[in-house]
């Protein structure tokens, strides 16, 4: 059963931080470029950051350049985002994507960021 499970989500005050993690099962992690996409209220889906393979490859919004910085450890199947600087626009519910012969995604985790 292929399972990604973000976690790291929460409330947090401008100017803070959050990592974010999404532990990948039940498929081959280190086959599939993974990304993180988030979803504010009344908007749509949006790509953050993403990944290749083996990690030596990233790319982000030009919104979060700079600020966050994604990761994998294909060792442990898991994927992060170092999210730095925070600011209410950054609110939105956050999600990992693994894309390779299938697409995965995960239930997303929320990100808060108010004082």
């Known amino acids: 059963q292929v399972q990604l499970v973000e976690s790291g989500g929460g409330l947090v005050q401008p100017g803070g931080s959050l990592r974010l993690s999404c532990a990948a099962s039940?498929?081959?992690?280190?086959?599939?470029?993974m990304s993180w996409y988030r979803q504010a209220p009344g908007k749509e889906r949006e790509l953050v950051a993403s990944i290749t393979r083996a990690g030596g490859s990233t790319r982000y919004a030009d919104s979060v350049k700079g600020r966050f910085t994604i990761s994998r450890d294909n060792a442990k199947n898991t994927l992060y985002l170092q999210m730095n600087s925070l600011n209410p626009e950054n609110t939105a519910v956050y999600y990992c994507?693994?894309?390779?012969?299938?697409?995965?995604w995960g239930q997303g985790t929320q990100v808060t960021v108010s004082s």
């Open positions: 994507k693994g894309a390779g012969p299938y697409e995965y």
């Open positions: 039940g498929f081959t992690f280190s086959s599939y470029a």
